[in-house]
């Protein structure tokens, strides 16, 4: 089962991939946790990758996919695994299709979480995080025992930069242009399915259950 994530930034979808991951027993693969295991483990690829992420610059397509292809070939993937991050343009999701078609495999499901922009908005403007400590909350769906302080220290909550509401504008605009155009792309393929985003995260991986037939 070869299922890829789709949805905007704060959709959720990387909490679906990590459960759908557990259920079916297949891994959960994000371009993130490969740059970094190529990049610690000294290999060739994560060489290259860290000349581009060194210098602050995105890792080439080209090189992304023969990543990801890579990550592709370990045992834990013999049963499928969900990709979450990759692909996000369109040139990026036909090379993956090509690359794919090359070994005799295809994707199975392009499951989109859709979610509105307002909705992302006020979910991600509700964040804080615990500079000291690393933990994260949210003021509606994990709030804190004291307004503002962090459960597990006592120090101070702050909103990230990120999940201030002109960030995430931002960051939801480069979506539309980029990412969004997939979800045509893999309809025309048939095999998208989107599911509300907006209800309990439980509901939502309940959806994605009946859509893989559990």
Do not use: W
Not at 76 to 103: H, M, S, W
Not at 138 to 166: M, S
Not at 189 to 214: E, P
Request: proline fraction near 4%.
């Amino acid at each position: 089962m070869k299922i890829i994530m789709l949805g905007a930034p704060g959709a959720g979808k990387g909490t679906q991939a990590k459960m759908i991951a557990e259920k079916y027993n297949i891994p959960h693969i994000s371009t993130g946790d490969i740059f970094r295991a190529n990049i610690k483990n000294g290999t060739e690829l994560g060489k290259k990758a860290k000349e581009y992420i060194d210098q602050g610059q995105l890792v080439p397509d080209e090189l992304t996919l023969d990543l990801v292809m890579d990550r592709f070939k370990k045992d834990d993937c013999k049963n499928g695994y969900v990709l979450d991050g990759f692909p996000r343009t369109i040139p990026q999701a036909q090379a993956l299709d090509e690359a794919l078609k090359a070994i005799g495999e295809k994707v199975d499901y392009a499951i989109d979480v859709d979610v509105p922009d307002e909705n992302i908005v006020r979910r991600m403007g509700g964040r804080r995080a615990c500079v000291s400590c690393g933990a994260t909350y949210h003021v509606v769906y994990n709030p804190t025992k004291v307004e503002g302080k962090c459960d597990r220290c006592g120090n101070d909550l702050i909103i990230r930069d990120d999940d201030k509401p002109e960030t995430v504008l931002k960051r939801l605009d480069v979506y539309h242009k980029q990412t969004q155009p997939l979800i045509d792309y893999y309809n025309e393929q048939g095999v998208l399915r989107s599911v509300d985003g907006t209800i309990d995260m439980n509901d939502v991986f309940a959806a994605i259950n009946d859509i893989l037939g559990a």
